[in-house]
């Protein structure tokens, strides 16, 4: 049965910030594409970062510079570093696992950003 759990989510104020984790169990985590996504009150689910399994990231041009994306294949854990965070970053976020012809998704994590 596979499992992406995520946490580290919360209420921080504008400028402050927070660290995600995903938690995954079921896959063979090194070998798997794996992302965070959002989604924002009222708008369509959107990718936020992503990374290989060689650990190379990319990021949407909206958090590039503020989010550092990365894994630790020996904990089968992928993580979301968010700085600098701005109340339009408040959405769910959502673990994503791509292996060949499947995809999996976390049951996500809120993260608000308000003063």
């Known amino acids: 049965q596979v499992q992406l759990v995520e946490s580290g989510g919360g209420l921080v104020q504008p400028g402050g910030s927070l660290r995600l984790s995903c938690a995954a169990s079921?896959?063979?985590?090194?070998?798997?594409?794996m992302g965070w996504y959002r989604q924002g009150p009222g708008s369509q689910r959107e990718l936020v970062a992503g990374?290989?399994?060689?650990?190379?990231?990319w990021y949407a041009d909206s958090v590039k510079g503020r989010f550092t994306i990365s894994r630790d294949n020996a904990k089968n854990t992928m993580y979301l570093q968010m700085n600098s965070l701005k109340p339009e970053d408040t959405a769910v976020y959502y673990c994503?696992?791509?292996?060949?012809?499947?995809?999996?998704w976390g049951q996500g994590t809120q993260v608000t950003v308000s003063s």
């Open positions: 079921g896959i063979i985590f090194s070998k798997s594409l």
């Open positions: 994503n696992a791509k292996s060949p012809g499947l995809t999996y």
């Open positions: 990374i290989t399994s060689g650990s190379r990231p």
